[in-house]
């Protein structure tokens, strides 16, 4: 018999991938899901952006990359950086990876170790802690409710810090949520993380240009933190390039290198083509970028307005990503035909099977009481799908 490994054990299958799989799985039964649970732009990628990988494939990008990948890509970030963020890196200090899912992984594999800690502001991106736990680090959650809109207060961070506390994982506008820390708040939580010099801090900024807010604020602004900041960005979101695969990080010397090395050994570069589109992406026009955050803000407005309709739900205003988190604990312990709702996942799978709509209960995200709904999808299904959610949740018990 075939024993898996303890690390592969240990793991939770990701939870938002697992709805979407189920929706899937009723839809080729002829079942009409409107599917909310998939956190993706529903945006056709830019087409000079898709000229530029088929540029690159008749100009022959089809040789092993540098692992870091290609530095004319590397030089696009870091002109990015410096253009968008007023944030001052060299091309060494990028790393160009499949993904910021790897990027993320990448730098706990390269920073974190057995016995330590990694603080996770909860709610979290469900596979932050599992990270952790490949890195063989312990989780220290922090959780904020939505009555403080999701987002940790530097009181809370100080009392989580111990002498193992190695990083601090924060993002910025949120997956699950779509909360957004303002400048001042990320100052408070910086003073704190600058009296503890060994703590690593990182950034996931991959929503940085979904946000309703104005201009996105990174914690690596910050004098006194700066050297101990790993941003994680990429072009999934803004552009709408989320198979693509291709994420980045802009790190700290030690730390990019590590990476680098971690990197060389289990996948080298991410994709040729994907990266010569991402340059194409950084350097080209970036007025896509405002289209689709229009769209979404549009949305945003839509889901608040239909689901603050919604007796029981406790909803707030999201200012960034195109999340919508609404606190469902008014029909926990609830019931359909004699079954008990005892958490968000039996909710999310109730309002799948009864109401035929996909969105991820808050169990995965370390919210029990709250259901995830992604709002990138066009209008109209927004409406019907929060209709079908309104009656499904009437007839509970």
């Given at each position: 018999m075939s024993q898996v490994s303890e690390r592969i054990a240990a793991l939770s299958p990701s939870e938002t991938l697992a709805m979407s799989q189920k929706s899937n799985e009723l839809k080729e039964q002829g079942i009409d899901v409107i599917n909310l649970s998939v956190g993706e732009p529903d945006f056709f990628t830019p087409d000079f952006i898709k000229?530029?990988?088929?540029?690159?494939?008749?100009?022959?990008?089809?040789?092993?990359?540098?692992?870091?990948?290609?530095?004319?890509?590397?030089?696009?970030?870091?002109?990015?950086?410096?253009?968008?963020?007023?944030?001052?890196?060299?091309?060494?200090?990028?790393?160009?990876?499949?993904?910021?899912k790897q990027s993320v992984c990448n730098v706990l594999l390269a920073v974190v170790g057995p016995g330590d800690e990694v603080i996770v502001p909860a709610p979290y991106w469900v596979s932050y802690v599992e990270m952790v736990k490949l890195a063989e680090g312990t989780n220290v959650i922090v959780t904020a409710g939505i009555e403080q809109d999701f987002k940790i207060t530097p009181a809370q961070l100080e009392?989580?810090?111990?002498?193992?506390?190695?990083?601090?994982?924060?993002?910025s506008p949120s997956n699950p949520t779509g909360s957004v820390y303002s400048k001042e708040e990320l100052k408070g939580l910086a003073d704190v993380l600058a009296k503890y010099p060994n703590i690593i801090i990182i950034a996931d900024e991959i929503y940085e240009h979904?946000?309703?807010?104005?201009?996105?604020?990174?914690?690596?602004?910050?004098?006194?933190?700066r050297e101990r900041v790993v941003i994680v960005n990429g072009v999934s979101k803004a552009y709408a390039m989320t198979?693509?695969?291709?994420?980045?990080?802009?790190?700290?010397?030690?730390?990019?290198?590590?990476?680098?090395?971690l990197q060389g050994q289990y996948t080298s570069s991410p994709s040729n083509i994907a990266q010569k589109a991402a340059e194409a992406a950084y350097l080209g026009s970036q007025d896509c970028i405002e289209t689709m955050r229009q769209a979404f803000e549009r949305r945003r407005n839509l889901m608040v307005k239909l689901a603050s309709d919604i007796p029981g739900l406790k909803v707030n205003q999201p200012n960034g990503a195109f999340y919508l988190f609404p606190d469902c604990s008014a029909y926990i312990g609830k019931s359909f035909n004699g079954k008990v709702l005892a958490n968000s996942a039996d909710l999310a799978m109730y309002l799948l099977e009864e109401g035929h709509v996909a969105a991820v209960g808050g169990l995965?995200?370390?919210?029990?009481?709250?259901?995830?709904?992604?709002?990138?999808?066009?209008?109209?299904?927004?409406?019907?799908?929060?209709?079908?959610?309104?009656?499904a949740l009437a007839v509970l018990e």
């Open positions: 000229e530029a990988a088929k540029k690159a494939v008749d100009e022959n990008f089809s040789f092993y990359a540098p692992v870091p990948g290609y530095l004319s890509l590397r030089k696009a970030i870091v002109a990015k950086l410096k253009r968008e963020n007023k944030l001052d890196y060299k091309p060494e200090q990028i790393v160009c990876s499949n993904g910021a009392a989580a810090i111990t002498p193992r506390t190695k990083a601090l994982i924060l993002c979904i946000n309703y807010v104005g201009q996105h604020e990174s914690i690596a602004r910050f004098e006194n933190i198979g693509w695969r291709l994420g980045w990080i802009a790190a700290p010397q030690w730390i990019a290198s590590a990476c680098n090395k995965a995200f370390g919210a029990p009481n709250c259901v995830r709904f992604s709002y990138a999808t066009a209008d109209e299904k927004l409406v019907e799908a929060m209709s079908r959610v309104k009656k």
